[in-house]
């Protein structure tokens, strides 16, 4: 039987997106937690970084948190687990949080201590040889399996861990872990479930804590919740004074980001919260019990991909005209297939998003016949060089101009300018897996790293 | 008693929002803040895969969940996105602007 309960201390639910609040972390810290935890990956981002393996987050936010983190957990002699370094966990991130650990450990002056990483990337080369021997790469969320073209089109995939390599590098007396990309809950869940708690409620506890204050009222990010688990049930108490941990808001927060709130899939099972039972337990504290798993016959790995799609210019008009304003997709028309003669029919992507009637919704836009008294157009081109994507963008706006409506009374300009050029985006990119591959092993794609980090 | 009195489900709900649900797909929250409210959107009947469906355009086949999460006073449903987050084109990356259309449903409330 493990000790009478275990607390643990989440202060940022996308470490680096922006800073964790420090009154509530030290007001956490100051009540001995257990363990200092935080997630700092998310696919939310889309696929750019992963793709061109960077990070979204800037490195002075990064620093910020891991700092406050490791002195606390450093202090108190108490384990810190990072999960998904640097937005993405692929492999430069976590070479880079292992790096920031190390230099903020040597600026402090700390006593020794064992660092633990792993990393999640997975070569294309491994999925293809499943591919060829005949292993299906199962696709998500109504995706096809996987088809070796797409899997030619992606330049980098990371697989998401399951709690295996935390209780791993845990085992091997790690004190801090720096984790590739892993499910948030189960940076959580590792260290619950080798104290011993059950699996059920090991994984309730990483999906209650995983986004930090999100689960609190009222809203406010960054700030720090603790989570308590028992061998019969979970707690979560909001820090910051003026935040409580409500059954609304913690039920709430099993919704967010989920396309169901009661199933949660993770390497090696699945989380069920159907009968999930909340109480209010004190002011600032929610009680969960209930909640089951069912570990999963074979262990299946999500693979996450993402392959650049090409350069990325942007331009933007603007329409005051009411005639132009009504036949706006005869402007588009009239600009495309100018592009088209320079350019051909494929070969390049050009996207129009009209503000004023469907930009933010597309299709989706229940009021697109009914357009504002002015639009503004953003034109995005998409092409293999720099070059190429510039002009197809600038044709692309810049015939807007010259569009031939029969009837407009202006003949002088069709569009308005406010800038007389195209602006280089960051090069697009696709998500190009969202899969699962079964593996024998779930360490198998986690190779496991330790090291001492001395002054 | 009144006859034919209708709230839009924007003066009724909490909170109303929309988010990514993994990379293919976003997801709807209409949360509730007392039983009876929730209790009576839910009865009526306004809020539906069918009537979801036809507000945003799309065949019910593009709904992946719809569900009622009575321990958080909430309505949730799910749809594929045209195309993955992020992709060239997609204007909306987090999926966090995709509600709006649900805040003019009209809720009879006699």
């Keep these: 039987m493990p000790a009478q309960t275990l607390r643990f201390l989440c202060p940022n639910g996308h470490l680096g997106f922006a800073p964790l609040k420090t009154d509530s972390f030290f007001r956490g810290v100051r009540s001995r937690p257990d363990f200092i935890l935080a997630d700092s990956g998310s696919d939310d981002i889309g696929p750019g970084p992963l793709g061109s393996d960077t990070s979204t987050s800037p490195q002075e936010w990064q620093r910020h948190d891991l700092e406050h983190m490791l002195l606390a957990a450093r202090d108190l002699e108490v384990p810190m687990i990072i999960g998904s370094a640097g937005d993405t966990g692929a492999n430069s991130r976590v070479d880079l949080y292992v790096a920031m650990i190390r230099d903020i450990a040597r600026r402090h002056g700390l006593a020794p201590f064992r660092i633990g990483w792993f990393y999640s990337e997975v070569p294309a080369s491994l999925v293809r040889a499943r591919m060829l021997a005949g292993e299906a790469i199962t696709g998500l969320d109504g995706r096809p399996d996987l088809a070796l073209a797409e899997l030619e089109a992606t ?38 479930i080798r104290a011993g708690y059950p699996e059920a409620l090991a994984y309730y506890l990483g999906k209650v804590l995983e986004c930090a204050s999100f689960n609190a009222e009222p809203y406010g990010g960054k700030e720090t919740v603790i989570g308590e688990i028992s061998m019969t049930d979970v707690k979560v108490t909001a820090m910051h004074p003026a935040q409580r941990c409500t059954v609304a808001s913690v039920a709430g927060h099993a919704m967010y980001e989920r396309s169901n709130p009661f199933y949660e899939h993770v390497a090696g099972g699945r989380l069920d919260m159907t009968h999930c039972f909340y109480e209010q337990s004190d002011e600032k504290t929610t009680r969960i019990t209930g909640p089951s798993f069912t570990p999963s016959e074979e262990i299946r790995v ?50 129009y998003q009209v503000y004023g009637r469907n930009g933010v919704m597309g299709d ?80 198998e794609l986690f190779p496991l790293h330790l090291d001492e980090v001395r002054p | 008693m009144s006859v034919g009195v209708r709230r839009r489900l924007g003066e009724l709900a909490k909170t109303v929002r929309s988010k990514n649900a993994g990379v293919d797909k976003i997801t709807f929250d209409i949360i509730f803040s007392d039983r009876d409210t929730y209790e009576l959107v839910k009865r009526s009947g306004v809020l539906t895969m069918a009537s979801v469906a036809a507000l945003y355009g799309i065949g019910e086949d593009r709904i992946s969940d719809f569900v009622t999460f009575d321990p958080a006073l909430a309505i949730k449903f799910t749809i594929y996105r045209p195309a993955p987050s992020g992709s060239p084109g997609d204007a909306d990356i987090f999926g966090a602007q995709q509600y709006a259309p649900l805040l003019d449903i009209e809720v009879p409330i006699d």
């Design chain 1, 302 to 351: 999500k693979l996450e991909g993402s392959g650049k799609v090409g350069e990325r210019y942007v331009g933007f008009v603007g329409i005051r005209d009411p005639y132009t304003v009504a036949h706006v997709d005869e402007v588009i028309d009239w600009a495309r297939q100018q592009v088209r003669e320079r350019f051909g029919d494929d070969g390049y992507q050009l996207h």
């Design chain 1, 364 to 443: 989706l836009e229940p009021l697109k016949d009914r357009p504002g008294h002015e639009l503004g157009v953003l034109v995005f081109g998409v092409a293999p060089t720099r070059e190429m994507a510039e002009e197809v963008t600038i044709t692309g706006t810049r015939q807007m101009f010259y569009a031939r409506l029969p009837e407009v009374k202006g003949t002088a300009g069709g569009v308005a300018f406010p800038l007389d050029e195209v602006v280089r985006a960051s090069p697009a990119y696709r998500w190009t897996l969202n899969h699962t591959m079964r593996v024998d092993d779930p360490l």
């Design chain 1, 155 to 192: 330049d980098r995939i990371v697989a998401v861990a399951g709690v295996h390599p935390y209780k791993a590098l845990l085992d091997q007396g790690a004190d801090v872990i720096i984790g590739g990309r892993s499910s948030d809950s189960v940076i959580f869940a590792a260290p619950a």
